[in-house]
């Protein structure tokens, strides 16, 4: 059977194979060993045989069986942390020896390029500056202000200066104090908002100062990595290794990524190479260790993106092995971080078996995950969604001007057309739409009536092969294909620059898929717009969906406020009650009787929250039903 390949995906493959990359699809090469360079490839075409105890990159991550401890013998642990100390000297990276290592900010010859143009472009971080922020429990390190505040080391705080972050988020003003002081965490913080330096940032710099050393463990081919990241799909993964391959440049600290669908080959050679960071999704990790070529035992810091999907029903029993069942270090002898933009109570309530003592974080009053993003629903017919769709795609293109979208936070498009009234954004590079549908095979029908009527489109989803997804990926991001339809697989996470307009052509089952999705747009202060296509066949979510609008300021169309006095809750999975990005703290809900080592130490409020915060009594989620909301044919397609 022929495969079909869409019109946008056809592009990409040609300019692949005319740029001699990666285009004979039998020869897939992964993203993160697409840019290795030639004389890497040749050592990678060796034979591996373990470590050479004479080659071995002295400060690298090798962590190969063998009596070695890198970072005692390179005089990196012991008392010279501290400003200017010993850690710091600890550069030149792990390319000495075996493997070179690639500069993921291409500045080789120029360094001060990057310094050019201090600020990262279009952050508006004033969008922040009132931002309230509620934490609980013992003895919370206080936030930051800056960067130049926290002892990150010298060559992280250089990479954070490439990286043209000038000041940190108010989700990293507040969590790295708390994990450089060894912590565990449960953080919410609004979509965009920079969880991920959040939590790699701490990770770099603890692996730099060696507090972690130990002894490697005598395990030929199993390479032990001091620090895992999971996310739950393969894209957010591969985006996560960029970002902590570039955070960690010469800091000697390495980074792999393990993700499903990719030729395990490949990455079993990268972990041979060392590793001190492993960044990947639960099912090839689990692979990985029942292979026994990955051992958790030297894990001191574990990371969890998108935490409470990773512990809802789709993923719990995988991540529940991984922690709990293999040779993982308990908490209290590692360090947990949990991180999402959305926190039910009930998934709270799961995750603390993986925490020890931990604060809880919540970033972002009632409803600013959204301030960004200008929300509309439309009543739409099932039938007429495709027409719809189209209506909205051609004013875009007409207000649109080449590419050149306009918007502002103050615009509110109530019309079908897409009225944009004020010029306060204009996103210079080519505009993107994001299109979220319920199924696989929706996607597929979507995509090809789009090419088909003359909108460029192409589609993600878990049927599609790697290589395709990330064909598509590349072409949506590129701009060649401007329009991705998309299920629930690129909902969480994905860090698209550009993204002017998310579309929820099928809205989803449940209100956090929706915040993660509209989340794909507005991010890192930029102002953005979500439309959604509403009916009757939605009307489980139109109470949250309705209150979720109220709190973050945008107009509530009066037939769906009318929707929502009619509907009732049913099931409580979508009962909010206030308090969003999970709310608050579940130890603070008197049904939670305490117990074992983590115990709750009250609650600390500051920029704003208070009276008006909506963090009232039964704040939170409702008690039951979460999970297993994804859609019929959307849940293979994570991992
Ligand atoms: N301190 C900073 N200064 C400027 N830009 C930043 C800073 N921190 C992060 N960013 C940028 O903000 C964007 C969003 O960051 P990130 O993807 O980590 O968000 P997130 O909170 O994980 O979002 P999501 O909930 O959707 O996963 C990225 O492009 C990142 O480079």
Same mark, same amino acid.
């Not at 792990?94 to 993921?104: K, S, T």
């Not at 925490?355 to 200008?374: C, E, K, M, P, Q």
């Given at each position: 059977m022929s495969m079909r390949t869409s019109w946008a995906d056809s592009v990409s493959a040609a300019e692949n194979a005319a740029a001699g990359g990666g285009g004979n699809r039998s020869t897939y090469v992964p993203p993160h060993l697409r840019n290795r360079s030639a004389s890497s490839d040749s050592l990678a075409a060796l034979p591996q045989g373990g470590p050479d105890p004479v080659n071995a990159a002295p400060t690298g991550g090798n962590r190969w069986a063998g009596p070695r401890n890198d970072y005692n013998r390179s005089g990196y642990i012991g008392g010279s942390g501290g400003r200017g100390g010993g850690w710091n000297n600890r550069n030149g990276g792990? *390319? &000495?020896? &075996? *493997? &070179?290592? +690639?500069?993921?900010f291409g500045d080789d010859d120029n360094t001060e390029q990057a310094s050019g143009e201090p600020e990262n472009t279009g952050i508006n971080f004033d969008a922040y500056e009132d931002i309230p922020v509620e934490t609980s429990g013992d003895n919370v390190p206080p936030p930051v202000n800056t960067f130049a505040d926290i002892d990150l080391g010298d060559a992280l705080n250089e990479n954070i200066r490439r990286c043209k972050y000038v000041r940190p988020t108010p989700v990293q003003r507040h969590t790295i104090p708390i994990s450089l002081a060894g912590r565990d965490l449960m953080a919410c913080a609004q979509t965009g908002s920079g969880k991920t330096a959040a939590f790699c940032f701490p990770i770099i710099s603890g692996i730099m100062r060696g507090? =972690?050393?130990q002894r490697a463990p005598r395990m030929p081919r199993t390479a032990c990595p001091l620090a895992l990241i999971l996310s739950p799909t393969r894209e957010l993964s591969s985006q996560i290794h960029d970002e902590a391959k570039k955070f960690a440049y010469q800091t000697g600290v390495k980074v792999v990524v393990a993700y499903g669908g990719a030729p395990i080959s490949q990455q079993l050679r990268e972990l041979e190479r060392g590793v001190d960071i492993l960044v990947a999704t639960p099912g090839r990790l689990v692979d990985l260790l029942e292979r026994a070529r990955v051992s958790l035992q030297m894990i001191r810091y574990l990371a969890l993106d998108e935490a409470d999907r990773m512990l809802d029903m789709g993923f719990e029993p995988q991540i529940r092995k991984i922690v709990q069942q293999m040779d993982m270090p308990p908490p209290g002898l590692r360090q947990t971080m949990l991180f999402s933009a959305t926190f039910p109570k009930e998934i709270q309530r799961l995750a603390s078996d993986f925490?020890?003592?931990?604060?809880?974080?919540? +970033? #972002? &009053? +009632? #409803?600013? =995950?959204? *301030?960004?993003? +200008?929300q509309r629903v439309e009543y739409v017919h099932e039938t007429d969604k495709r027409s719809h769709l189209m209506d909205l795609l051609h004013a875009q293109k007409a207000n649109g001007s080449h590419g050149k979208v306009k918007l502002g936070a103050s615009d509110l498009c109530v019309n079908v057309n897409m009225a944009f009234l004020s010029p306060s954004l204009v996103v210079n590079k080519q505009a993107l739409t994001l299109v979220f549908v319920e199924t696989k095979k929706g996607a597929d029908s979507l995509e090809y009536w789009l090419c088909s009527n003359g909108f460029p489109a192409t589609t993600i989803h878990g049927d599609r092969t790697q290589q395709e997804r990330e064909y598509a990926l590349r072409s949506f991001k590129s701009g060649n294909t401007p329009i991705l339809v998309a299920t629930d697989v690129a909902a969480r996470g994905l860090d698209i620059p550009h993204v002017a307009h998310v579309v929820n052509f099928d809205l989803p089952n449940d209100i956090d898929d929706y915040v993660h999705r509209i989340g794909r747009t507005g991010r890192a202060g930029k102002s953005g717009l979500a439309t959604a296509f509403f009916n009757e066949n939605n009307s489980s979510l139109v109470r949250s969906l309705s209150e979720l609008m109220q709190e973050a300021n945008q107009e509530v169309p009066a037939w769906l406020s009318r929707f929502a006095a009619k509907a009732s809750y049913g099931g409580g999975k979508n009962r909010r009650g206030g308090g969003r990005f999970g709310g608050r703290d579940f130890r603070r809900d008197s049904s939670f009787s305490r117990g074992g080592a983590d115990h709750y130490g009250g609650g600390n409020m500051s920029g704003g929250y208070g009276a008006t915060s909506g963090y009232g009594a039964g704040g939170g989620y409702g008690a039951s039903g979460y999970g297993g909301s994804y859609g019929p044919g959307v849940t293979s397609a994570w991992d």
């Open positions: 792990w *390319d &000495r020896g &075996r *493997d &070179r290592e +690639v500069n993921p507090q =972690s050393a925490l020890s003592n931990y604060i809880f974080l919540a +970033v #972002g &009053r +009632v #409803g600013s =995950s959204t *301030d960004l993003i +200008v």
